[in-house]
């Protein structure tokens, strides 16, 4: 199977108190200088193989917010690996309401962009205020219905819930919203109190109280549930889609595969070795066009870690991991390698066999095993 390409672009027009992704504030200049380095490091990725083969599976554009980035600079990413994108089985691109447009859209459309995920993060105000974020409400809700009337097959939306304050009456109320826009992918996650961001240093001054965890339980439930009524079943812990609109990029990470990461703060898993590039972008830029390296750090992975690392990620995903599999893909048998682990969680009632002819076949989490899925990926390693 051929890789998956991430490429970061690690710029925000303002930093969200609670994100601890890599990211910088958005200048002309500085984004000018990384667009040029990076579309160097992609002329020098290799030519698309003869035939029907792709060279990246996958393609994402992630961040940080790609739409920051002036519609010039865009452009020119864009065409710098059309020849990869256009044999992509998906071609993903993040955007934030605040900075997509029409013209915007059209250029991904245009560049074999076939899939979007919009940052919506919650459809209340207040919520978005709390969040830091800059875009309000409505502008969330127009630039959904937006990329769909502009010819976008394929939406996907992020959701936050469990914002201190928040109730789970009005949580539901916003998932009701949601799934009347015309997304066919929700991610929805709980959120986090990072450290180093501004909202952990709310959180050790006291001046906010984190929900209590039945009532974030409570809300992720009420996620699975309401989102499931509606057609957009749970494929993993906080993914969420109509069928065949999966994220086929999200999907080679949770099966271990092979990807390349471009960008500051980009990890890249190729043969066994997993590279993290450096976090920060002026020193990106100035290591590339000293012809130096950018890699932070790297780790060669034993086949036993590979193994372990790919049942861990692998159980979060709602088919679990089928036994077959497991062996054609790491050469182990799971139920040898993970024997103490798996007899752990299935006391605890995290997990289940999977059955086939009435013989165990593999193990997938119960219900209450996506609440504690930490703890079920946790025991894998």
């Known amino acids: 199977?051929?890789?998956?390409?991430?490429?970061?672009?690690?710029?925000?027009?303002r930093k969200c108190f609670y994100c601890n992704f890599y990211s910088d504030v958005y200048g002309d200049t500085s984004a000018s200088?990384?667009?040029?380095?990076?579309?160097?490091?992609?002329?020098?990725?290799?030519?698309?193989?003869?035939?029907?083969?792709?060279?990246?599976?996958?393609?994402?554009?992630?961040?940080?917010?790609?739409?920051s980035l002036d519609k010039k600079l865009l452009v020119r990413l864009l065409k710098s690996f059309e020849q990869y994108s256009r044999s992509a089985s998906e071609f993903t691109i993040e955007a934030n309401p605040e900075s997509l447009d029409e013209d915007k859209i059209k250029l991904f459309l245009d560049s074999g962009v076939n899939?979007?995920?919009i940052g919506v993060q919650s459809l209340r105000d207040d919520k978005l205020k709390k969040l830091g974020r800059i875009h309000t409400a409505k502008k969330a809700i127009d630039s959904v219905h937006l990329a769909s009337k502009k010819g976008f097959k394929n939406i996907s939306i992020d959701l936050m819930f469990g914002i201190w304050g928040e109730d789970i009456a009005s949580w539901k109320k916003e998932l009701v919203?949601?799934?009347?826009l015309p997304a066919d992918h929700v991610s929805c996650y709980e959120l986090t109190y990072e450290n180093g961001t501004p909202l952990f240093a709310a959180l050790k001054n006291k001046s906010v109280t984190p929900l209590e965890d039945d009532v974030t339980a409570a809300m992720y439930e009420l996620v699975i549930d309401e989102l499931g009524l509606r057609g957009i079943k749970q494929y993993e812990v906080s993914n969420f889609a109509k069928i065949g609109c999966e994220c086929k990029h999200n999907i080679n990470y949770w099966e271990n595969n092979e990807y390349i990461g471009l960008g500051p703060s980009a990890v890249s898993y190729i043969e066994g070795v997993r590279a993290k590039n450096i976090s920060d972008v002026g020193e990106y830029v100035?290591?590339?066009n000293e012809?130096?390296?950018?890699?932070?750090?790297?780790?060669?992975?034993?086949p036993v870690k590979r193994a372990r690392e790919t049942a861990a990620i692998k159980i979060r995903t709602k088919e679990g991991i089928d036994f077959k599999w497991f062996k054609d893909k790491t050469g182990f048998d799971l139920q040898e390698l993970e024997k103490n682990a798996i007899k752990d969680l299935l006391a605890k009632d995290l997990i289940k066999y999977k059955r086939e002819n009435n013989l165990p076949s593999g193990i997938v989490l119960k219900r209450k095993g996506f609440l504690f899925c930490d703890t079920v990926s946790s025991a894998m390693m």
């Open 286 to 288: 100035k290591r590339l």
């Open 177 to 180: 919203e949601a799934v009347k």
């Open 1 to 13: 199977m051929a890789p998956s390409l991430y490429i970061h672009i690690p710029f925000c027009k």
């Open 33 to 67: 200088s990384y667009i040029d380095v990076l579309i160097g490091q992609i002329k020098k990725i290799g030519t698309v193989p003869e035939g029907d083969c792709p060279y990246f599976s996958t393609i994402y554009i992630g961040g940080g917010t790609p739409t």
């Open 115 to 117: 899939r979007i995920s």
């Open 291 to 302: 012809g130096k390296s950018i890699i932070e750090s790297s780790e060669h992975l034993t």
